[in-house]
């Protein structure tokens, strides 16, 4: 190849991607399987417990995990998922703001979901059948990436040197888990959750996880995903630097929303850069007391930590 061709090439910015794709053969998945299982889910710490949920999976042999696993794609691409129903009880799937089939799938069957991503961003999905199903742990994140594998939120977008996924959610273990599981009736005008988690860990967890905490050099730009699963609001405050809403619920803003605190409502979803100013260790956690507990102990709720390097 040409020298000036080459130095051209590598200015790009998205030679990396090129690169990959042409020695490793790596690419973005674009095929899921997912099971929907039953099972337990354990948070560690003061306060935690074994909560019954159901929950997705993608190993056909293992348990579910809270949230479901992560799924990734890029603008443009097309995508294939296949959802195999283990569980005793009818359930769906759909990735909010893509999909619109929200046909049931029965007990032992399965269902294959054939769509293309067109807007990068972060999408909720679940099953929508009804809110014990989404409560119960049948919920997980989609993350459609710019074109390319770009560091940007999307094409022609803002760019950002690390980025962080956030599903925060809620549970009430002895009314809703805890009669669920065992093939009781849930009264659902009664939610009082006691169980408030982040990437489906309480904040004893949290604040150690590597892929949670956001963590970076000073002058790097972070840009955080954060999907809202629970049946509540969620109001998330950090600590140390303020950052900028570029994406709520979908809509990407025209005029970036500076704060230090963000409200993310119940079933939605929004985007955020945070530029590392300072040195130091800070927490990030909910602005409402009971959600930053397990079972009434603080700070084993959803909180995690930013960590400025």
């Known amino acids: 190849m040409d020298v000036k061709i080459w ?54 042999t293992a348990g579910p995990i809270v949230p479901g696993p992560l799924l990734e794609s890029q603008e443009g691409e097309s995508v294939t998922i296949t959802v195999y129903n283990q569980h005793t009880l009818p359930h769906n799937f759909v990735v909010r703001g893509i999909t619109t089939d929200q046909t049931q799938i029965p007990a032992g069957g399965n269902r294959t979901y054939v769509f293309t991503t067109s807007t990068a961003g972060v999408y909720l999905f679940s099953d929508t059948i009804n809110s014990i199903n989404r409560e119960m742990g049948l919920y997980g994140a989609f993350v459609v990436h710019a074109a390319g594998g770009i560091n940007k939120a999307w094409t022609n977008g803002p760019s950002f040197d690390i980025e962080r996924l956030w599903v925060v959610s809620d549970m009430d273990k002895s009314r809703w888990n805890d009669i669920a599981g065992a093939g009781g009736t849930v009264n659902t005008s009664v939610y009082k959750p006691n169980y408030f988690m982040m990437n489906g860990m309480g904040g004893f967890d949290a604040m150690r996880a590597p892929n949670t905490v956001l963590q970076g050099n000073v002058g790097q730009v972070g840009l955080v995903r954060i999907v809202n699963a629970g049946q509540f609001d969620e109001s998330l405050h950090f600590h140390a630097n303020h950052f900028q809403i570029i994406d ?58 930013i960590v400025g390097q």
Do not use: C
């Not at 998205?14 to 690169?19: F, N």
């Not at 939605?268 to 602005?287: C, D, E, I, S």
């Open 248 to 305: 709520a619920d979908g809509a990407r803003l025209s005029s970036y929303e500076p704060g230090d605190t963000i409200n993310v409502k119940a079933g939605t979803t929004a985007m955020l850069l945070y530029k590392f100013y300072r040195l130091g260790n800070y927490p990030m956690h909910v602005h409402t007391a009971q959600m930053e507990t397990a079972n009434g102990v603080y700070l084993n709720g959803a909180a995690t930590l």
């Open 7 to 60: 130095r051209m090439f590598k200015r790009s910015e998205w030679y990396i991607a090129v690169l990959l794709l042409m020695f490793s053969g790596a690419s973005w998945a674009s095929t899921y399987t997912l099971y929907i299982k039953s099972g337990n889910w354990v948070v560690n710490g003061s306060g935690g417990a074994t909560i019954k949920v159901w929950g997705f999976t993608d190993a056909p």
